[in-house]
């Protein structure tokens, strides 16, 4: 699968992006935009009707490749890191040593990601070289996944996330945090709430937007 590539408009104070192009991705040609915003110090939100995790994880690899160690937080077990390592190869034949610089913990319910982000320090993995240890990058893989679980009451979700946002920005203080997240579907409409408050709290935000397909032209009969 081909990872989307996008290039910023910006519409009031919310930064909206489309794809580029329908090529293969270039790690070079990552926007510089959304480059920038993952460097500095403050907490970034892409967010889109699916997860974008293609996008996340190329902007990993390109940090990765800038030797900087990245921490990976999965919350809808998206890490993909066959991916991950595809589009390293294309910069640099370093691969292993790489991706020994992406540091990646899974979690499978809300109350195990907001215990995560809780108990993680602002201080850089262990291992890491001191010359990238200045704020190193924390991404967030679908946040909001877990979350939309219809066995969590909606109100422990919102409080529980308030709680994590709350440690989003005290990370993101030392070091940038980049957080991916979708649209609620359909069943759980009521829980866009969450993505307000996501959305409400981040120091920028980027809306994804899929390509627009052609349409097809359905083939006569007569």
Request: hydrophobic share 45%.
């Amino acid at each position: 699968m081909i990872a989307q590539m996008f290039y910023p408009s910006k519409t009031t104070d919310r930064l909206q992006l489309e794809r580029q192009s329908r090529g293969g991705l270039s790690l070079p040609g990552l926007d510089p935009a959304l480059v920038a915003a993952a460097l500095g110090p403050r907490l970034t939100l892409l967010w889109g009707s699916t997860a974008p995790t293609r996008t996340l994880l190329a902007l990993t690899a390109l940090l990765a490749t800038r030797g900087h160690s990245v921490r990976i937080f999965d919350g809808g077990n998206r890490f993909d890191g066959y991916f991950v390592a595809r589009l390293i190869r294309r910069v640099t034949h370093r691969t292993h040593e790489t991706l020994a610089r992406v540091k990646l913990s899974r979690a499978f319910t809300c109350f195990q990601l907001a215990d995560l982000i809780e108990t993680t320090s602002v201080a850089p993995p262990a291992g890491t070289p001191a010359t990238a240890r200045a704020g190193s990058p924390l991404v967030v893989l679908d946040l909001l996944s877990t979350f939309y679980d219809e066995s969590v009451p909606l109100r422990d979700a919102e409080r529980l996330l308030r709680s994590t946002i709350g440690h989003l920005k005290r990370l993101a203080v030392a070091g940038p945090v980049i957080v991916g997240a979708r649209e609620p579907q359909t069943l759980v409409k009521e829980r866009w709430g969450l993505l307000d408050q996501l959305q409400a709290a981040a120091d920028g935000a980027w809306m994804l937007r899929p390509p627009e397909e052609a349409s097809v032209e359905q083939a006569r009969l007569f």
